[in-house]
């Protein structure tokens, strides 16, 4: 019986001096750490959403191949470029002289038919209408010189047709950006010169060629005209839209250049995201001259790193997330 007591005295002491070793190494370690050595939230390893892994003690993110193709991020090597000098414009979008045609009747009569509506595409040498001539009797077709699109129509059975068009055929094949400039700014453009046009909600942009420029003012600002033809193939720009244009007057050489989309604001700085291997790190930038497409380098990236130029703000999103989710 004694001897009972005596083992159960010393299990009870064994017990209390185990507890208080824990007690001492949680104080040490902090409780995560002393239950297994998770991180500070409790997921030791775990990849943050969507596969991309948290690099601590720096703005970086680990991004497994498979996931950045998914992602869509596009990666560019950093090196020389050419910085173009432009002169903003702004402007709409019209057909050219070549491609619209006025079409009227050629003897005065009666309309018998009309065969197109407006909107219509029609092709060079197709009937438009009919009319009945009111000195001959004779009814005659009304075709369309051109193939395009039927753009106005003042023309319907029954009416008198007259010296007046009946019918606007516009191709829009290619169409000018018709754009003002100020006098002061003439001596710097030239026909031949290259030109960015972008509608006025960013969603169309292409690159046409300086065709012509007025030799006169006009409105009350004496603005000129410039037209630059631009090829309209897939129909995008129609008649009537406004768009600004940036007009290529020089270009400047630099040894270091990336391309704008690649550029994110993080913590108050202008960065990039250089890629090696699988880990993207956000790299601050001191930045020189730019344009709307690239923009040079001074200092904070060597020539011929890998950075993201593609969707770049997915992993300014993913650092953000990682970084707020260890504030935690």
């Known amino acids: 019986m004694k001897t009972n007591k005596i083992a159960a005295v010393l299990g009870l002491g064994l017990l209390l ?14 409780p995560a750490e002393a239950a297994g050595h998770p991180d500070e939230h409790g997921h030791a ?13 720096g703005d970086s993110t680990r991004i497994a191949a498979d996931a950045a193709r998914a992602a869509g991020l596009v990666t560019d090597t950093a090196g020389p470029s050419q910085i173009r000098n432009t002169l903003p414009l702004h402007g709409r979008i019209v057909p050219t002289d070549s491609g619209q045609r006025s079409i009227g009747a050629r003897f005065p009569g009666q309309i018998r038919s009309v065969t197109r509506a407006l909107g219509d595409t029609v092709k060079a040498g197709e009937v438009l209408a009919r009319v009945e001539s009111d000195d001959s009797l004779q009814v005659y077709a009304v075709t369309s010189p051109i193939s395009g699109v039927v753009t106005a129509r003042n023309a319907n059975p029954g009416e008198q047709a007259g010296a007046a068009p009946l019918f606007v055929v516009t191709h829009l094949g290619s169409v000018w950006a018709e754009l003002s ?10 026909p031949g010169q290259t030109a960015r046009v972008t509608s006025l909600d960013g969603s169309i942009r292409a690159e046409g060629t300086l065709v012509s420029l007025s030799p006169a003012g006009t409105g009350p600002a004496q603005a ?5 033809l631009l090829d309209n193939a897939a129909g995008r720009w129609t008649p009537g839209l406004y768009v600004g244009a940036e007009a290529v007057i020089g270009a400047s050489e630099v ?7 690649a550029l ?7 960065v990039v995201f250089e890629q090696s291997g699988n880990t993207y790190t956000a790299r601050p930038l001191q930045l020189g001259r730019s344009d709307g497409e690239y923009t040079e380098v001074l200092g904070g ?3 011929g790193a890998r950075y993201v130029s593609g969707n770049s703000y997915l992993v300014k999103a993913d650092i953000g997330k990682s970084g707020a989710a260890h504030e935690h």
């Not at 208080?20 to 104080?27: M, Q, S």
């Not at 390893?45 to 003690?57: F, R, T, Y």
């Not at 400039?181 to 030239?190: I, S």
């Not at 994110?264 to 202008?270: D, P, R, S, V």
């Open 224 to 228: 000129l005209t410039a037209r630059v």
């Open 17 to 30: 001096a185990l507890a208080a070793c824990e007690r001492a190494r949680e104080e040490t370690t902090g």
């Open 255 to 261: 040894t270091l250049a990336v391309k704008n989309g």
């Open 301 to 303: 990236l060597a020539a």
């Open 264 to 270: 994110q604001e993080l913590e108050g700085a202008t």
């Open 45 to 57: 390893g775990e990849e943050s959403a969507g596969g991309l892994e948290h690099e601590e003690g």
């Open 181 to 190: 400039v100020f006098p002061q700014d003439l001596p710097q453009l030239r």
